[in-house]
């Protein structure tokens, strides 16, 4: 009745993709913090020559005491600290 074209794994592997965890501010910088730009851009590219898929980041909301990405003061807004200050020289 198992017929050899019949996957059983509920997750069949065409929908097979692997990814990294890194937060944006975790990326290199000459601000002290990453940012969503060029660094972010070739992290990208990194991730794609290495065949991954996905980029996990933490929540990039505005952050406040603590400064945990999971307690964000809005749940709308994004955190302004990362925009790239490259970018915005650049416009």
Same mark, same amino acid.
Not at 43 to 65: F, H, I, K, M
């Given at each position: 009745?198992?017929? $050899?074209?019949?996957?059983? *794994?509920?997750?069949?592997? $065409?929908?097979?993709?692997?990814?990294?965890? &890194?937060?944006?501010? %975790? &990326?290199? *910088?000459?601000?002290?913090? +990453? /940012?969503?730009?060029?660094?972010? #851009?070739?992290?990208? /590219?990194?991730?794609? $020559?290495?065949?991954? %898929?996905?980029?996990?980041? &933490? =929540?990039?909301? =505005?952050?406040?005491? +603590?400064? *945990? =990405?999971?307690? =964000? #003061?809005?749940?709308?807004?994004?955190?302004?600290? &990362?925009? *790239?200050?490259?970018?915005?020289? $650049? /416009?």
């Amino acid at each position: 009745m198992n017929d $050899e074209n019949t996957d059983p *794994s509920p997750f069949p592997l $065409e929908y097979r993709a692997s990814g990294l965890l &890194l937060h944006v501010t %975790s &990326l290199p *910088s000459h601000y002290g913090i +990453g /940012d969503v730009g060029p660094a972010a #851009l070739a992290w990208l /590219d990194r991730l794609q $020559e290495a065949g991954q %898929s996905w980029w996990q980041a &933490l =929540p990039l909301g =505005p952050t406040g005491y +603590g400064d *945990s =990405p999971y307690q =964000p #003061l809005s749940s709308f807004a994004g955190n302004g600290m &990362l925009v *790239s200050p490259d970018w915005l020289i $650049e /416009d």
